[in-house]
């Protein structure tokens, strides 16, 4: 029986293919009927200007939801004034953004809550290709520690200071980000061996091999297999 696992990798250029969106209709109505009051915090926005400066970079108003854009280089600086001065010491989540640009590609957004005070929002710093680190906020709120290492399994992108920074989903040894743009939808072919089909079959190489050109046997028409027979 050849073995598939001694097989030299193949892999090929990663192809991008863009697809514009549809700018708004004259006249469409572009208010969000789900907006909520808690999502729009001036007053939080405020506070972070006069205590951080230029550091606040960019401040969004949409769907009366605040976002936040800031210098990554003091996103804990910024993350602890955010839980200990202004109360959000619930981090809900986190996770990574691809722009595809030429700068600037990737950002990651933080969404913080407030409980006492009913009141969100949302942080962001951007990433470079050049420089695919970002400081971990686990010291801040521990509650950061997964979804940092699904953010660097997905996109690459490294939480410098986080304790325990492995993968999430992958396989350690799979050397792509799933949710890079470029980063096919069917899988590549060869990159992540699966299970055979029986016991004594070669593994998967393609995770859809049909779309790929292969005929995989019918689940009626798979050989036999003497685990199976006994």
């Known amino acids: 029986m050849p073995d598939s696992t001694s097989r030299p990798p193949q892999h090929e250029t990663l192809k991008f293919h863009f697809t514009p969106v549809d700018p ?5 109505d572009l208010s969000n ?9 001036p007053e939080v926005v405020e506070a972070l ?3 951080f400066g230029d550091a606040v970079e960019e401040v969004t108003l949409y769907a009366n939801e605040h976002t936040v854009r800031v210098d990554k280089a003091r996103l804990v600086e910024i993350a602890r004034f955010l839980r200990e001065e202004q109360g959000f010491t619930y981090f809900v989540d986190c996770g990574g953004i691809d722009r595809f640009t030429d700068e600037d590609r990737y950002e990651v957004f933080y969404n913080l809550v407030n409980i006492d005070a009913g ?44 304790p ?27 990159s992540l061996p699966l299970p055979p089909q029986t016991p004594e079959g070669e593994l998967t190489r393609d995770p859809f091999p049909a779309a790929h050109g292969a005929k995989p046997p019918k689940s009626y028409e798979e050989p036999p297999s003497e685990f199976t027979e006994e």
């Open 49 to 51: 200007r006069e205590r």
């Open 164 to 190: 325990d920074l492995r993968r999430m989903y992958m396989p350690e040894d799979f050397e792509y980000h799933p949710l890079r743009k470029e980063f096919p939808l069917l899988g590549i072919p060869g």
């Open 33 to 41: 009927p789900h907006a909520k009051k808690t999502t729009y915090v």
């Open 119 to 162: 009141k969100r929002i949302r942080l962001k710093v951007r990433v470079d290709e050049d420089d695919m680190t970002v400081p971990s906020l686990t010291g801040v709120w521990r509650a950061a520690n997964w979804n940092e290492r699904e953010c660097y399994d997905m996109f690459g992108i490294r939480f410098e200071g986080h």
């Open 24 to 28: 708004p209709r004259p006249g469409a």
